[in-house]
């Protein structure tokens, strides 16, 4: 295959000028692939959305059947057809390295980019590929500080990982606005935010660049954030000099993105999450006057060769998973994402009612705020009790199996009035009891000293799921009570 824009590109590439490639017409494109795609033979044809979720567990995905994953959210799952794509894309390339790499690779690359900026509606000359999110934000954060990035606003749910990164810039002024649970509407939770975007830059000293950096969906109070209205309101707060940059770990597919619109500097989101690509697939978006300063953390031959051809090439890497995002656009532009949106958020608003009535307990942000991930809360479980009998390593099985005639798994009170704070380790033990005893992938949350799990919901996930969590759930409840007597507490 050639292009007719082929000629030597920076460093010794005798390749295709990325830049260039970048410019031509949608018109005038066309899909490069280079091998018969062994993503067609996964292709469901007709009604795709309707297609069940076991049929499509066992087909499309490599999870183990007897395990209940109910934890997309963590670190996504791949599609087989991707995972397809993606061998055949590493053996193309070893069929003749040198031509692949020298000559052809960085079409492919474009191919990608522009594919995935019609998906995300965004010009495709300011997405680049990088391999996850973590590296998207921190390229952008750490250019600004270059730049003399004076202060950063951030959310009391940022990430953890992120938070690491914005504690280790001494230089830099960090101010948290706070998302408070429980979340009532969409409308106090702009207005409390609005509030405290106003007190903040009324209290800080004038000059210098400002970042707002938003979670979009907050990976531990998974909220879909209003981003179009949070962004222009802290804009029209703190004025136009504000920048910002979406952290969309989780945005892709749950949300139709449609980055032109939000008004965003910088938004990162990852592919390997809702959109199932295979690991080490994210982007990075750079809002046009930002893209001449910003390099990528790795400096190699497309360096000061333009924005795209600077992230184009950071080093030989294996490049499977970035043009295998052929497969999954192409998937789920198959099974229509609207109609997915809706079947997984139907499929979480039957979950949560499921977990809430039979724990008798609530959600902390409505069902309307919510896309594929939600905080359900736990009852009140006896976890000084759990704690003694499970580690990250196991369950002390014989405990629980010497209390098991003993439990009566009945109705859950409403609230024990133990005045129970829970913390971290609680909820370790609670996430690492479902693990071993009951093979459920979730994760327990301990916030404001309450317990939560947070589930996920996905293509894969049925409500079966859910009904084994809220059995296990209510099982763990009492094996807890019995225990507790057995162990001689009061
Ligand atoms: C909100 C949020 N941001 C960033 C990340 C980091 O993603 P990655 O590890 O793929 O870089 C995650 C991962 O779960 C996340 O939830």
């Not at 965004?122 to 680049?128: E, H, I, K, Q, S």
């Not at 969309?248 to 990852?270: E, K, M, P, S, Y």
């Not at 979480?348 to 009612?353: F, I, N």
């Amino acid at each position: 295959m050639t292009s007719p824009h082929a000629r030597r590109d920076f460093g010794s590439f005798h390749s295709s000028n990325v830049e260039e490639l970048l410019a031509v017409p949608v018109s005038e494109w066309r899909r490069l692939l280079p091998f018969p795609d062994p993503a067609e033979a996964f292709f469901i044809s007709g009604a795709a959305h309707q297609c069940d979720a076991s049929t499509l567990k066992a087909t499309h995905f490599f999870l183990e059947e007897e395990f209940t994953f109910i934890n997309h959210g963590a670190f996504g799952a791949v599609l087989r057809p991707v995972m397809a794509q993606a061998t055949a894309w590493r053996e193309h390339m070893e069929g003749q390295p040198v031509r692949f790499v020298d000559r052809r690779f960085f079409l492919h690359y474009v191919d990608v980019v522009r594919q995935m900026a019609t998906f995300v509606d965004c010009d495709p000359r300011g997405l680049v590929l990088v391999p996850n999110a973590t590296t998207a934000i921190n390229t952008v954060v750490r250019g600004l500080v270059d730049r003399g990035l004076r202060r950063v606003i951030h959310l009391n749910v940022t990430y953890g990982a992120t938070m690491k990164l914005l504690r280790s810039l001494e230089s830099v002024e960090m101010h948290q606005i706070d998302v408070t649970m429980p979340i009532v509407s969409r409308e106090e939770l702009m207005a409390g935010l609005e509030r405290q975007v106003k007190d903040l830059y009324d209290s800080v000293t004038e000059g210098g660049t400002t970042l707002f950096l938003i979670d979009a969906i907050p990976s531990n109070l998974p909220v879909v954030l209003p981003l179009k209205d949070l962004i222009s309101m802290a804009k029209t707060v703190c004025g136009e000099g504000l920048l910002t940059l979406v952290d969309g770990a989780h945005l892709l597919l749950q949300t139709d993105l449609r980055i032109n619109t939000i008004g965003a500097d910088f938004v990162a989101c990852n592919c390997h999450k809702w959109l199932c690509g295979a690991k080490g697939s994210a982007f990075l978006y750079v809002a046009e006057p930002h893209r001449q300063h910003m390099r990528p953390l790795v400096a190699s031959h497309g360096y000061l060769s333009g924005f795209s051809s600077a992230f184009a090439w950071t080093g030989l890497q294996d490049v499977g998973a970035y043009l295998s995002l052929d497969a999954a656009l192409a998937f789920w532009r198959r099974m229509g994402p609207p109609a997915v949106r809706v079947r997984l958020h139907g499929l979480l608003d039957e979950a949560t009612s499921l977990l809430t009535s039979s724990w008798r307990t609530s959600l902390p942000v409505p069902i309307d705020l919510l896309a594929t991930m939600a905080l359900v809360e736990l009852p009140r479980i006896d976890t000084a009790t759990l704690r003694r009998h499970v580690s990250s390593y196991g369950v002390n099985r014989d405990a629980f199996d010497s209390c098991a005639d003993d439990v009566r798994v009945g109705e859950l009170p409403e609230g024990d009035g133990m005045g129970r704070v829970y913390e971290y380790a609680d909820a370790e033990s609670v996430q690492n009891y479902l693990y071993w005893a009951e093979g459920i992938e979730v994760p327990a949350k301990s916030l404001q000293g309450c317990l939560y799990v947070r589930i996920s919901v996905h293509v894969y996930n049925c409500l079966d799921d859910y009904r084994r969590l809220a059995d296990a759930v209510a099982k763990l409840y009492w094996r807890c009570e019995a225990l507790r007597r057995k162990d001689g507490d009061p």
